[in-house]
């Protein structure tokens, strides 16, 4: 017998009206149209009397109506029987198009329509979310939410996991101000917003970021879609040799540790001397780096898909902790179904803070901010201005769904870092940097008491 009467049955014994709607039952999950129909008659009693009616009842209007009286399954046994079905009829229609001629659920667009319609990556996208929706389908009856009185083994085990680093992880900025103020570090399931005006400094920022948690043993994804991946190596190497300490610098009468000169290498114009060494540099990163950086560059040519669902795939593929988008703006955006000015990337940043979220990563994000006149003197020279939140416009959904947004500028060797909104407060909390990237030194300025004490060692 059917699992179908068998649930209905159920629910005439049990005189239970929102079997239906508990379990997520609907006409599509009966397999044959004599179940459809008895299931259709019975919605509409149950929302004409807020009642059932009677077994005799039902079997004196339908004829093919089979009652099975005291069904020992429970409604979860019956539900996932049918959910079965369901399954293996609408794979069925997604293939062929239908499961008999007279099939009221038949699918126009199915497999075999379209398959000479659409290229392989088209194909298997729609395939893809075409499961994805069945999937829904069958877990409308699961359990919402967590219950705080008694839904507590969870919590208690992944406090265990979090202890043991397994499952939250925190990394730590390169900018000791910034750690103070998220209370130790970037934590996995979060989105931080970077932004900047054009030139200002943000990819450099975020290329930093990514170095450090590497550093620390994070294996970073880093998407660079504005930059051919030998510019993101050269800023990379200069940086990881600044923080070696290849050379020693004198800036304003305080010595800083740099790097191989950036431009040298991106020009390819070094001394054969400082080849020499860069090459054997180079080749010893994996000593200072616990983790690593898989870079996704404009120029990769197997990179031509940029949306939300190749970056979740390389997430997952690479096993990520970290995730650099550059910017996020030259992402394949989300279907703008608001029909609004920026849209498009407000269902991106919406998606992205989910994906963070459900894959447990650290994702950085980097957006534009609007040229302003308040970043001019009256003599009409640029003062070091970090950008407000209400400069970003297309992009600001960006800013509403990160954990923390970040303002930066720079200017003449020196930079500013501004948290502009937070969980943990640090707001317009100004941060001043060392800024000559050129040289790999991006770090926070020394406090008064430091640099006084190495200017007094130099002198």
């Known amino acids: 017998m059917s699992a179908g009467f068998k649930f209905i049955s159920k629910m005439l014994d049990s005189k239970n009206v929102d079997a239906f709607s508990k379990y997520g039952i609907d006409a599509e999950k009966f397999p044959t149209p004599e179940e459809r129909e008895v299931f259709r008659y ?85 395939l893809a979310d075409e499961v994805d929706k069945i999937k829904q389908r069958i877990n409308s009856n699961q359990k919402i939410g967590h219950n705080i009185k008694t839904d507590f083994d969870w919590f208690l085990d992944e406090y265990e996991r979090r202890k043991q680093g397994k499952t939250f992880k925190v990394f730590p900025s390169r900018f000791p101000s910034l750690n103070k103020i998220m209370g130790g570090g970037y934590s996995t399931g979060n989105m931080y917003t970077w932004f900047g005006r054009s030139g200002r400094g943000k990819s450099i920022i975020a290329l930093i970021e990514a170095i450090t948690a590497a550093i620390n043993g994070a294996t970073v994804l880093y998407w660079g879609l504005e930059m051919p991946k030998y510019e993101l190596y050269a800023r990379a190497y200069s940086f990881l040799s600044a923080r070696r300490g290849i050379f020693t610098a004198q800036i304003d009468g305080i010595d800083y540790e740099v790097g191989f000169p950036q431009r040298d290498i991106l020009m390819a114009k070094m001394s054969p001397t400082f080849y020499h060494g860069f090459k054997n ?157 050129n040289y790999g030194l991006v770090q926070e300025m020394p406090s008064a008491e430091e640099a006084e004490e190495k200017f007094t060692v130099n002198f």
């Not at 126009?108 to 379209?114: F, K, Y």
């Not at 009256?378 to 201005?385: K, S, Y």
């Not at 970040?406 to 937070?422: F, H, L, M, R």
């Open 42 to 126: 019975l919605e509409y009693y149950i929302r004409e009397n807020r009642t059932l009616p009677s077994p005799e009842e039902l079997s004196a209007k339908f004829e093919d109506f089979v009652y099975i009286p005291n069904v020992a399954c429970s409604f979860d046994t019956l539900a996932k029987e049918l959910n079965g079905k369901f399954i293996q009829m609408s794979l069925a229609r997604l293939v062929q198009g239908n499961v008999g001629a007279d099939d009221e659920f038949a699918k126009r667009d199915n497999l075999s329509s379209l398959i000479n319609e659409k290229d392989g990556y088209e194909l298997i996208e729609w």
């Open 281 to 437: 540099f180079v080749k010893t990163i994996d000593q200072q780096m616990k983790g690593t950086i898989i870079f996704r560059c404009i120029d990769d040519e197997d990179f031509m898909r940029r949306d939300l669902r190749e970056l979740e795939f390389e997430i997952r593929q690479t096993g990520a902790d970290v995730v650099v988008i550059d910017p996020a703006y030259y992402m394949d955006m989300e279907f703008n179904s608001s029909k609004t000015a920026g849209g498009d990337m407000a269902a991106t940043s919406k998606k992205l803070r989910l994906m963070a979220g459900n894959l447990g990563v650290v994702l950085h994000v980097i957006t534009q901010a609007e040229e302003t006149k308040d970043q001019y003197a009256e003599d009409g020279e640029r003062v070091l201005t970090p950008p407000k939140r209400n400069e970003v416009k297309k992009s600001k959904q960006l800013l509403e769904d990160a954990s923390l947004t970040i303002g930066i500028d720079t200017k003449d060797g020196q930079g500013v870092i501004v948290p502009a909104k937070g969980r943990n407060g640090g707001e317009d909390e100004k941060i001043d940097i060392v800024f000559l990237p």
